[in-house]
């Protein structure tokens, strides 16, 4: 894990996490933080602010984002009092979970 980390420039931390987030489609960060039983302002500052800033993370659905698909009329019941950003992995961090998973194959 050293290794891998200091050759793609990355943090242990932040592989850890895309480790954790390659399977889902997106994530909130409430339910990130429950799940690392950590705070979310914590793992916002620490985690997922720097990865979203890399290229690592993107703002799957956000408020903003204007959509007229299916999947995103599920979310409609949601007011802006109680949405939440859903976050999901970029291909550039789906692509370095995969060569992870190689490396450790050799």
């Not at 889902?24 to 979203?52: C, V």
């Not at 299916?70 to 789906?94: P, S």
Request: charged share 30%; net charge neutral.
């Amino acid at each position: 894990m050293m290794n891998f980390c200091h050759k793609k420039d990355i943090f242990e931390r932040e592989m850890m996490f895309m480790l954790w987030a390659y399977d889902l489609e997106f994530f909130t960060l409430k339910h990130a933080s429950k799940e690392y039983d950590y705070s979310e302002k914590k793992l916002g500052e620490r985690i997922i602010y720097p990865l979203l800033n890399e290229g690592y993370i993107y703002k799957h659905f956000d408020k903003m984002t204007p959509s007229q698909t299916m999947a995103d009329h599920l979310f409609r019941e949601e007011t802006k009092y109680n949405y939440r950003v859903r976050y999901a992995l970029t291909q550039r961090a789906r692509l370095l979970v995969q060569s992870f998973y190689k490396e450790l194959e050799l």
